[in-house]
């Protein structure tokens, strides 16, 4: 399942892949608000991965990852959807620029497209989000987005050892489709 914006090729990764999101995960300035922290190798990204490539045989499909390139085929990131049970008709998004790509929009631009195929493809209610309180750049793309902060956890995300707080956002596909009109 491929998508694409004005800048952006989303494609579904694949094993190929891993080496660069080794490289990614891999770097300090990802890691300074990514629970996972840093593999110690790329045995330890394979093992994360594989699992996600499996998952797209899985229906239904409890989670999508994009590799995302830019028009010189670059790579620029990636972005997940988790999907929440069946019944509440819900998910969660994440994203990853890799900061060569960072100021460029990039993460606003897959966000938005990201929306649009939860909203219009997958019939989702909600989607949330959440991100550690310091990090400001995605707390722009989220209200950028049209996502509303919902609130607050204390010390909630485990972050280079330690406790840290994260607002929660989410955006309703009527609100959504209101700003979209």
Excluded at 39 to 61: G, Y
Excluded at 95 to 106: L, Q, R
Excluded at 111 to 124: A, D, G, P, R, S
Aim: glycine fraction near 4%; charge should be negative.
């Amino acid at each position: 399942m491929n998508l694409k914006t004005n800048r952006l090729l989303l494609r579904e990764i694949t094993i190929d892949d891993i080496p660069s999101i080794h490289a990614l995960n891999s770097l300090a300035e990802i890691d300074q608000y990514n629970t996972a922290g840093i593999p110690a190798d790329i045995k330890e990204t394979e093992q994360l991965i594989i699992p996600i490539i499996h998952d797209q045989l899985v229906q239904p499909r409890p989670r999508y990852v994009w590799y995302l390139t830019d028009a010189d085929n670059e790579f620029v990131g990636l972005v997940g959807v988790v999907m929440g049970k069946q019944k509440y008709e819900s998910s969660e998004i994440w994203y990853k620029i890799h900061p060569t790509h960072w100021t460029k929009g990039f993460a606003t631009e897959v966000v938005q497209t990201i929306l649009h195929f939860c909203f219009t493809e997958l019939k989702l209610h909600r989607i949330t989000a959440g991100c550690a309180t310091e990090n400001m750049a995605s707390i722009r793309v989220l209200e950028k987005c049209g996502f509303t902060r919902e609130g607050r956890c204390r010390k909630i995300l485990p972050i280079r050892g330690q406790w840290v707080d994260n607002f929660e956002y989410a955006i309703l596909e009527e609100d959504y489709f209101k700003v979209k009109l």
